[in-house]
């Protein structure tokens, strides 16, 4: 068995391909993995911030709810402790009408 050169170069340019699409789909494998990696610690670094302001509002809400409530109560038991004096009772005139922001449908 004699093998010429041709034969050998053939050969071995078809180990060396193999090898180098395998280290290439193994790179992109790897690529794919880091780039993934990146994104969600990104998205950590991105949200925690967001996340900690939204609690912080939902808290605040909450104790402007209650607040909200109890003036509610009050200003009917004062309304009612000026009929019961025999006065009328001024009516609640807003100072502006409250703006909410539109939701998108």
Do not use: C
């Not at 193994?26 to 302001?53: C, G, H, M, V, Y």
């Amino acid at each position: 068995m004699t093998f010429s050169i041709e034969t050998i170069l053939q050969v071995l340019s078809i180990v060396f391909g193999v090898g180098g699409i395998s280290t290439f789909i193994l790179s992109a494998r790897r690529t794919k993995a880091q780039n993934d990696l990146d994104i969600s610690t990104a998205w950590e670094k991105f949200s925690a911030p967001l996340l900690q302001r939204i609690e912080h509002l939902e808290k605040i809400t909450t104790e402007q709810d209650v607040i909200i409530s109890d003036l509610r109560g009050w200003a009917q038991r004062l309304a009612k402790q000026v009929v019961d004096l025999g006065g009328v009772p001024v009516p609640f005139i807003p100072r502006r009408k409250p703006e909410y922001p539109k939701t998108q449908e």
